[in-house]
């Protein structure tokens, strides 16, 4: 892996204490069914689940367009999409597909709703990607893009220089760590219509977004970007500040929506 193709080699290779963390990090939980709203999924409803991971989110959107409708998650990871697969080997209103450069193989105007959730952040162009949704949605079709800006992260006890110097350092893991800020002015310059904007903030204060922590501590020392002792330090303090009561993790997620007109 190199620096400059890293922000897309990791998904493509992903050590196996990774996919651990992953399987814990993605699995469907009732915030989801919130996040998920300005979707607006209904029974028969035909979904891309882009960049599905695992696939837990697909299973749990195919729970609600049922069996008259069909969620069709994709990665380019192919153990991913294997995993996922198998998940859903008795419920016939999923299915997973590779993806290869950004080619999703479903036919023009096959969908109603694209999901893509934490994903733009990583791929090589963002217009590419929106343009290959546009050609996917049938006309009236909606797509919610979710995505980070990790300018706005807050971990405590670390405080804000340290925070951003950790994250400052775990950018290389992205191709554009800010796209948050930018998602409503891609899709209206991508052809999308009745763009809109929400923000929702979870705050954990129990500790379950340490893995990510962890996932970023691999990133930050990946290209020595930042000494491999500090991260140690860093990722000690906040593990103690969940047994002490002090630890608050943050990240506002970007919500944003869009209509293909008739």
Same mark, same amino acid.
């Given at each position: ?12 290779? !992903? ?75 008795? !419920? ?53 893009? !979710? ?31 800010? !796209? ?18 929400? @923000? ?58 869009? @209509?293909?007109?008739?």
């Amino acid at each position: 892996m190199t620096r400059t193709t890293f922000y897309t080699d990791h998904w493509q290779h !992903i050590e196996d204490e990774r996919v651990t963390r992953y399987e814990q990090m993605f699995v469907w939980r009732d915030g989801h069914a919130v996040l998920l709203e300005p979707l607006d999924l209904r029974s028969g409803s035909h979904v891309l689940d882009f960049g599905c991971g695992p696939g837990f989110v697909s299973l749990g959107m195919a729970n609600i367009v049922g069996t008259t409708g069909h969620v069709h998650g994709v990665d380019l990871n192919k153990q991913f999409v294997l995993v996922a697969s198998e998940r859903a080997a008795e !419920i016939p209103q999923v299915s997973f597909h590779p993806i290869e450069n950004g080619y999703v193989p479903l036919a023009d105007n096959s969908v109603d709703r694209v999901l893509c959730k934490n994903v733009l952040e990583y791929v090589p162009s963002v217009t590419s990607t929106l343009t290959e949704f546009r050609r996917l949605l049938a006309p009236g079709g909606r797509v919610l893009v !979710i995505d980070s800006d990790w300018q706005f992260v807050v971990v405590e006890p670390w405080g804000a220089e340290r925070t951003s110097q950790f994250f400052d350092a775990a950018s290389v893991a992205f191709k554009t760590p800010e !796209i948050g800020r930018t998602l409503r002015s891609h899709l209206r310059n991508n052809g999308f219509e009745h763009v809109e904007v929400q @923000i929702q903030a979870g705050v954990d204060t129990t500790g379950g977004s340490l893995s990510v922590l962890r996932n970023m501590a691999s990133y930050a020392t990946e290209f020595d970007s930042m000494d491999a002792r500090e991260v140690d330090k860093l990722l000690t303090e906040a593990e103690n500040a969940v047994e002490t009561g002090e630890y608050l993790f943050s990240l506002p997620q970007f919500l944003v929506t869009g @209509i293909i007109s008739n």
